[in-house]
Nanobody
Framework: QVQLVESGGGLVQAGGSLRLSCIASGRSFQTMAMAWFRQAPGREREFVSAIGWRGESHEYATFVEGRFTISRDDAKNQWYLQMDRLKPGDTAVYYC????????????????WGQGTQVTVSS
């Protein structure tokens, strides 16, 4: 059965770093775009970053401001979000996703979703 599981979340102070991992199983995701979304309490789910299936296309939300880097390891069926210089506003549940679509920042393009990992940034 297809499953995506996030890991790497936690509690950090502002300015700190976290590396999120998405571990996928049940099928190969080599030909799919991979992405990260997040959702804070009381807010809508929002796009964070995505990488195309060939790794040639990358997208980042404006609020990333150069602080995050998305990458993928197709041999391991995993993808990652390196987050540096974290801010309290980054506090949210972070979800990984994958799908065959071309619109990398559109959640409707992603068929597979993890259940999320909590990221909390204290001031």
């Amino acid at each position: 059965q297809v499953q995506l599981v996030e890991s790497g979340g936690g509690l950090v102070q502002a300015g700190g770093s976290l590396r999120l991992s998405c571990i996928a199983s049940g099928r190969s995701f080599q030909t799919m775009a991979m992405a990260w979304f997040r959702q804070a309490p009381g807010r809508e789910r929002e796009f964070v970053s995505a990488i195309g299936w060939r790794g040639e296309s990358h997208e980042y939300a404006t609020f990333v401001e150069g602080r995050f880097t998305i990458s993928r390891d197709d041999a391991k069926n995993q993808w990652y979000l390196q987050m540096d210089r974290l801010k309290p506003g980054d506090t949210a549940v972070y979800y990984c996703a994958a799908g065959p679509g071309d619109y990398l920042n559109d959640p409707l393009e992603y068929e597979y979703w993890g259940q999320g990992t909590q990221v909390t940034v204290s001031s």
